[in-house]
């Protein structure tokens, strides 16, 4: 697999970053995980305007984040990743420096990551049954509207998950359900409300939540921006989590409890499909070329 660092496309073997980089001493750093489709990425807009809200926030001196959609299309196709869906990885840490708390002064250059592999598919079960999910205390620090590769919390989330038989570890803040590990946090109330938590500093404001809001509006389905406690998740007559790879992914239960009646519910494929279907409508994907063609 041939990656990108600082400006070279090589193989993963052959690139090296000093022990001093901030995102290894310090975690500090910013990423994006996006989808590419043919070799063009998906929602490019949305995730460099994110990407630029954690540069502004972390005053990290990325000088040309818009050039990033050149460098992951340039490593798409240096990896033959030219057809069907691909996972795209960016990174951008504020660069290698003695190690000392304050930025580096003078500021040295930002590193800048990139990786890429094909998309696998969710397995058809996964998404015809649903997924359990946990309940794990939110213990992130309060910025988590920045995409920082500071994940540790989000990792050991992801292990109990992982522990428990469970696809994701849903974080709870003051008894109310936020977000997931790496998804965002949606539920329908027994009356057909949409909930989900405001966008705010509690939690990642993803592409693929903002993309199912919009669709959820277009679909008359009453959406209701709002804290969820716990007890009212439990409730619930569904449940989903959104993302980037997890695109819209029906949760069936919740700490071992189903949720509803325990299925995939009509909302939720609902917004799936329509999901999908605008993926398909901005992003047609080619038709695969017949075998000796
Ligand atoms: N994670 N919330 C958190 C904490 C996330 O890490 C993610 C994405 C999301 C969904 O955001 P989006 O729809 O823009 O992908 C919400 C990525 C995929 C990751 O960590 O790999």
């Known amino acids: 697999m041939l990656v990108y660092l600082d400006g070279a496309v090589l193989p993963l073997a052959e690139a090296r970053i000093s022990p001093e980089d901030r995102a290894f001493l310090f975690a500090d ?32 001196p990325l000088t040309d984040p818009a050039g990033l959609e050149g460098v992951a299309e340039r490593l798409l196709a240096a990896n033959g990743l030219v057809a069907g869906e691909a996972v795209v990885y960016l990174q951008v840490s ?6 000392a708390h304050a930025f580096p002064e003078p500021a040295v250059p930002p590193t800048v990551y990139a990786t890429v592999k094909p998309r696998e598919p969710h397995p058809a079960d996964r998404v015809a049954k649903g997924v359990p999910a946990i309940t794990v205390p ?20 992801q292990q109990a998950a992982k522990e428990a038989g469970a696809h994701e570890a849903l974080f709870v803040r003051d008894g109310v359900a936020i977000e997931g590990s790496h998804s965002n946090l949606f539920a329908v109330r027994r009356d057909g409300r949409l909930v989900t938590y405001p966008a705010c500093n509690y939690i990642l404001e993803g592409v693929t939540r903002n993309e199912v809001l919009r669709l959820a509006g277009a679909l008359g389905v009453p959406v209701e921006l ?3 406690p716990v007890a009212e998740l439990r409730a619930a007559a569904e449940v989903f989590v959104t993302g980037t790879t997890t695109e819209v992914l029906p949760v069936t ?7 509803g009646d325990g299925l995939p519910g009509p909302v939720t494929r609902r917004l799936r499909e329509a999901y999908l279907a605008r993926l398909d409508e901005l992003w047609p994907l080619r038709a695969p070329l017949a075998p000796g063609a």
């Open 138 to 157: 939110d213990d992130r620090w309060a910025r988590c509207d920045v995409k920082s590769t500071a994940l540790l919390a989000n990792v050991m989330a």
């Open 253 to 259: 239960t919740v700490d071992g409890r189903p949720v």
């Open 29 to 60: 750093g910013l990423y994006e995980a996006l989808l590419a489709r043919d070799g063009r990425l998906l929602f490019w807009r949305e995730h460099e305007a994110r990407l630029r809200h954690g540069l502004d926030a972390l005053r990290l």
């Open 226 to 228: 709002a804290a969820l």
């Open 94 to 99: 504020r660069g290698a420096a003695p190690r």
